[in-house]
């Protein structure tokens, strides 16, 4: 199927000057760095929000997902972006621009129509993905790095120019919590992980640095439709740890239900073949039986 995508030329040692990945694994390259009595960076985890998800195949014409998501914990790129344009980084040779990502771990899902697939998780600021989420110029630039990356971490070698951005659906599967380094807290410690980086020398242009994921707990649930004084899609979720509303964050969509409790580490994101009514819904929660009940009227009800 053809595309109307329009790509961006973009040198390989830009792109490699320009890539700060966030590793899940341990590097031995990047192990070297340090000796055993330097300290242990601290870190913390995360619960990132989805962006928008991409669909391509490798070499070997397997499907694979992107989900392109965002946090506030991942650092800003340090170049001023207020005014920056795509081509300014191109154009210019801006060699100090950076873009902090953590790269999740591949997991395995089933698309659309059951076949299993390969997706992986990417991160990164949540103000520099508003900027690029409505310009093509930097969301095809800020792709092309994300390619490299995954080449350089997994040794994917995705075919960019058969990337379909999905237009139904913000990500594959459930997006895993990240496990990234915590800056406020290592400033506090006296920490500096640009200070430590600068021992390497002569060492790759990418920058590595550690991190990890692990799954959300997905609570158990139950929906059904049913006629009060219209048509209603009644959800029941159970939360069997949570002790009040105030831990739960409620997100509804045309035909999406989203439910997050970052202390519990509950998250649940689902799509359901019927048109909601966001803004007339409502939801309780019971806390003798842990329950969530979300009434949801439905479109021509």
Same mark, same amino acid.
């Given at each position: 199927?053809? /595309?109307?995508?329009?790509?961006?030329?973009?040198?390989?040692?830009?792109?490699?000057?320009?890539?700060?990945?966030? #590793?899940?694994?341990?590097?031995?390259?990047?192990?070297?760095?340090?000796?055993?009595?330097?300290?242990? =960076?601290? +870190?913390?985890?995360?619960? !990132?929000?989805?962006?928008? @998800?991409?669909?391509?195949?490798?070499?070997?014409?397997?499907?694979?997902?992107?989900?392109? @998501?965002?946090?506030?914990?991942?650092?800003?790129?340090?170049?001023?972006?207020?005014?920056?344009?795509?081509?300014?980084?191109?154009?210019?040779?801006?060699?100090?621009?950076?873009?902090?990502?953590?790269?999740?771990?591949?997991?395995?899902? $089933?698309?659309?129509?059951?076949?299993? &697939?390969?997706? &992986?998780?990417?991160?990164?600021?949540?103000?520099?993905?508003? $900027?690029?989420?409505?310009?093509?110029?930097?969301?095809?630039?800020?792709?092309?790095?994300?390619?490299?990356?995954?080449?350089?971490?997994?040794?994917?070698? @995705?075919?960019?120019?058969?990337?379909?951005?999905? +237009?139904?659906?913000?990500?594959? *599967?459930?997006?895993?919590?990240?496990?990234?380094? #915590?800056?406020?807290?290592?400033?506090?410690?006296?920490?500096?992980?640009?200070?430590?980086?600068?021992?390497?020398?002569?060492? !790759? $242009?990418?920058?590595?640095? /550690?991190?990890?994921?692990?799954?959300?707990?997905? !609570?158990?649930?139950?929906?059904?439709?049913?006629?009060?004084?219209?048509? @209603?899609?009644? *959800?029941? =979720?159970? =939360?069997?740890?949570?002790?009040?509303?105030?831990?739960?964050?409620?997100?509804?969509?045309?035909?999406?239900?989203?439910?997050? &409790?970052?202390?519990?580490?509950?998250?649940?994101?689902?799509?359901?073949?019927?048109?909601?009514?966001?803004?007339?819904? &409502?939801?309780? =929660?019971?806390?003798?039986?842990?329950?969530?009940?979300?009434?949801?009227?439905?479109? *021509? *009800?």
């Amino acid at each position: 199927m053809p /595309s109307n995508s329009i790509f961006l030329e973009v040198d390989s040692s830009i792109k490699e000057n320009q890539l700060k990945l966030v #590793d899940n694994e341990s590097n031995e390259n990047f192990q070297k760095l340090f000796s055993e009595n330097d300290p242990e =960076f601290p +870190s913390k985890y995360i619960q !990132p929000y989805p962006g928008f @998800c991409i669909k391509t195949k490798d070499t070997l014409g397997d499907k694979f997902f992107l989900n392109i @998501c965002h946090s506030d914990a991942i650092p800003i790129p340090p170049t001023d972006i207020t005014n920056l344009r795509a081509e300014d980084v191109l154009e210019k040779d801006i060699t100090e621009f950076r873009v902090p990502m953590s790269i999740g771990a591949l997991h395995h899902e $089933k698309d659309t129509k059951g076949i299993e &697939c390969r997706a &992986c998780d990417v991160v990164i600021n949540s103000i520099f993905f508003k $900027k690029i989420q409505y310009d093509t110029d930097w969301k095809n630039f800020i792709l092309t790095i994300v390619f490299e990356a995954l080449k350089e971490k997994y040794q994917i070698d @995705c075919l960019e120019q058969d990337k379909i951005i999905l +237009s139904n659906r913000k990500h594959l *599967g459930t997006i895993q919590k990240h496990k990234i380094q #915590d800056r406020e807290m290592a400033n506090k410690m006296g920490l500096s992980y640009e200070n430590l980086n600068k021992l390497k020398e002569n060492g !790759p $242009k990418i920058e590595m640095m /550690s991190s990890s994921t692990y799954e959300a707990k997905v !609570p158990t649930y139950r929906l059904y439709k049913k006629k009060c004084k219209q048509s @209603c899609l009644i *959800g029941e =979720f159970m =939360f069997p740890d949570v002790i009040s509303a105030d831990e739960l964050k409620l997100d509804l969509g045309e035909d999406r239900i989203i439910i997050e &409790c970052e202390q519990k580490n509950y998250l649940l994101d689902i799509f359901v073949p019927v048109i909601l009514r966001p803004n007339t819904s &409502c939801s309780v =929660f019971d806390k003798a039986t842990k329950v969530l009940t979300v009434t949801m009227p439905l479109v *021509g *009800g």
